[in-house]
């Protein structure tokens, strides 16, 4: 390749991956948490001690329908399931329930700690109406960064795959380690540089082509791909609902060994109401949702949605899903999701802090400002997401008990942006040594303030079996301890290490 292209090259990884990495960092540490999406809500809302006595779906449906009528022509209902034992009613952001005594009552979700995070993951906090489509487009310049990555570094790679070359050389070492998470991790973040761009901008891709080329067809065309059923219309004529549990029996029957979620109805009370059933079918596919269409009132199976009879654009869609949420295997794929997900934060960290070497003036006192300004960035972001999100944790077990949610999100921006105010305020070495404190003080109050607020100490509960509580509370402990090993590193660096770095506690100026 001649020196001029690779010359581009090395441009386009390095811009593009700055531009790119803060947004990555926050989808990537905040999705890696969102894998276990269902066992944090078990750990937000602890399970009742004594189980629910069993309730119908349809004696539900019809408390809500009496009390609040308008409610027919679009709600769902959510089945119980392990991690989530109460059976609810939901329209127009709405929650309902049966009490013990089968009385209908309206309640408002305890926490949204998992709801939160989860949003985090595809909007890096940003509002929620368009920040997923800035993550979108990140995710095409993410897929840039990856396809030159690999252009400028597959001349080297047998050569440095297992390099990790620890010394006095700082970029060395942040060159080898950056490079390893890369390039062994590859096709995992090729994967979710298609994926995020296809599930962030899907509909907006499909545009050009409804109005310029199909005449406004196109959407008519693939709909059945995308969803189980178009949406149907209103015949006019009154006619009774179907038993829920005759209708999940009919499910059954059609798919035998389905696992049912949710029921969501449409136009309930009409002659043409529509009832989508969607579960799990434990089948060895990387697609393992399955949807089965029924008319509510005649109880009539209309369409099956399962992974063996899905069109091609079904499959790619739903099996795209799949590998992007690590849905398609047990409890080890998450852990490996997990795994790449943290290491895939730590590829774009280490990113900009090559920049930031890679723009040092060696031997020179007076260092470049722009070095200093993305050390500040970087730390602030970065750190302020980590910190952020364990605060989330801690407002889900300190915060007052009506008003959880607002507290979770208020916790979140208020550390996040307090610590890109500190970045700012303070030198580099002593803010990346404060704030990764920091993160590893609020890391470490995690199970602590579970202990506090339920009684229940990690080992107990491990001796008791509940193993998502003792989970979260060892992996709190290794990342605080990975924290406070950090923030030490940091100081002795700034004590010890380069004084012409920006990373060095002793003064050095910074140029413009």
Request: a positive charge; one cysteine or more.
């Amino acid at each position: 390749m001649k020196a001029a292209t690779l010359r581009t090259f090395i441009a386009v990884h390095t811009w593009v991956g700055l531009i790119a990495g803060f947004g990555l960092f926050i989808a990537f540490y905040a999705g890696a948490v969102t894998l276990f999406h269902e066992e944090l809500h078990a750990w937000e809302t602890p399970l009742p001690q004594v189980a629910a006595p069993p309730q119908e779906p349809q004696a539900l449906i019809d408390a809500v329908l009496r009390a609040h009528p308008q409610a027919k022509d679009d709600f769902f209902v959510r089945l119980p399931s392990a991690f989530a034992p109460q059976m609810a009613l939901e329209f127009d952001a709405r929650h309902f329930r049966l009490d013990d005594h089968g009385r209908l009552e309206e309640f408002q979700e305890r926490s949204q700690l998992s709801e939160f995070i989860y949003r985090l993951h595809y909007t890096a906090g940003l509002p929620r109406s368009w920040g997923i489509y800035v993550l979108g487009v990140v995710c095409v310049l993410y897929g840039m960064a990856l396809v030159s990555g690999v252009i400028i570094y597959a001349p080297t790679f047998f050569k440095d795959l297992f390099a990790l070359r620890i010394g006095k050389n700082i970029k060395r070492m942040w060159q080898d380690a950056h490079n390893v998470i890369g390039i062994l991790s590859l096709p995992f973040h090729l994967m979710y540089a298609w994926s995020s761009a296809v599930l962030a901008l899907g509909l907006m891709l499909l545009a050009p082509f409804q109005y310029l080329v199909f005449d406004g067809k196109l959407l008519q065309l693939v709909g059945a791909d995308i969803s189980a059923a178009a949406p149907v219309k209103a015949a006019g004529v009154a006619a009774p609902l179907t038993p829920a549990s005759q209708l999940i029996a009919e499910v059954r029957r059609a798919v035998p060994g389905i696992e049912v979620a949710t029921i969501a109805y449409r136009h309930a009370g009409d002659a043409n109401a529509q009832a989508l059933v969607y579960g799990v079918v434990q089948q060895k596919a990387v697609a393992d949702m399955g949807a089965v269409v029924l008319n509510a009132s005649s109880g009539k199976v209309t369409r099956v949605m399962m992974p063996e009879n899905f069109s091609p654009g079904t499959r790619f869609l739903r099996s795209l899903q799949g590998l992007h949420f690590g849905s398609f295997g047990e409890i080890a794929v998450r852990w490996m999701y997990f795994i790449l997900g943290i290491g895939g934060a730590f590829l774009f960290y280490s990113g900009n802090l090559l920049w930031i070497e890679a723009r040092r003036k060696r031997q020179k006192l007076a260092q470049p400002r722009s070095g200093k300004l993305m050390a500040q960035a970087t730390l602030g972001v970065c750190l302020g997401c980590v910190a952020g999100v364990s605060a989330v944790f801690l407002a889900n077990k300190l915060g007052p008990p009506g008003q959880l949610p607002l507290w979770e999100a208020r916790s979140y921006y208020a550390v996040f942006f307090g610590c890109v105010l500190w970045a700012f305020a303070r030198p580099p070495a002593r803010a990346a040594n404060e704030l990764l404190t920091l993160c590893a003080a609020l890391t470490l109050a995690v199970p602590l303030a579970h202990w506090w607020n339920t009684g229940l100490n990690p080992l107990l509960a491990l001796l008791r079996g509940d193993f998502i509580v003792a989970g979260v509370a060892v992996i709190a402990l290794l990342f605080a301890a990975a924290f406070w090993k950090m923030a030490g590193a940091v100081l002795h660096r700034g004590r010890h290490g380069d004084p012409h770095s920006v990373w060095s506690l002793r003064g050095a100026p910074a140029s413009s």
